[in-house]
């Protein structure tokens, strides 16, 4: 995963649809673009549609295999759809490709919120809370990171309403981006 740039976010619920349309229109083009194979597996898992996001999520990771927020949003999916023994494994993957990552370059702030996240995603909420705390106390993190880290919190909770360690995790990444403005 290329954590140099932003990554953005989908957009609000009532223009899905149209999201969608635009992935479709763009895998049309390039079938093998795992980008938007990819994005088009989240538009499907905010949908509800999860067996095509799974199909999706297969897919951009058959072209990526090392990415970690794609095996993030296929365990995910698996989450939604109750079937822990393949979120579990996907989570550990995710994690550890993201440690590798976090291994290499500590500084990678969007990295360690992506860790953070799946060790949230993966219910060690200790250490995603420390992962968390560190990273916003980086002086050097910047405002439109805290917002995407806030972003993804609301996905996660968006097909994990009962996440408790979350709110208190949004708390600490709104006071950051209020201390940040």
């Not at 479709?24 to 509800?48: K, N």
């Amino acid at each position: 995963m290329d954590h140099s740039q932003p990554r953005e976010h989908l957009p609000a619920n009532g223009q899905l649809s149209g999201a969608l349309a635009d992935f479709d229109r763009a895998i049309e083009i390039d079938d093998s673009d795992a980008w938007a194979i990819g994005r088009r597996g989240e538009t499907y898992q905010l949908m509800g549609h999860y067996p095509a996001a799974l199909a999706d999520f297969d897919r951009a990771l058959d072209l990526e295999p090392d990415d970690d927020w794609w095996s993030y949003n296929r365990a995910l999916t698996h989450l939604a759809m109750s079937s822990t023994e393949q979120a579990k494994t996907d989570l550990s993957r995710a994690i550890r490709r993201a440690e590798n990552v976090h291994s290499q370059n500590p500084e990678d702030s969007r990295n360690v919120f992506d860790l953070a996240l799946y060790h949230l995603a993966a219910g060690q909420a200790d250490q995603a809370r420390r992962l968390y705390q560190t990273t916003v106390s980086d002086v050097g993190v910047s405002p439109w990171l805290v917002r995407g880290a806030l972003q993804d919190l609301d996905d996660i909770l968006g097909v994990l309403p009962d996440l408790s360690e979350a709110d208190a995790i949004r708390t600490l990444l709104q006071k950051k981006l209020k201390e940040l403005s």
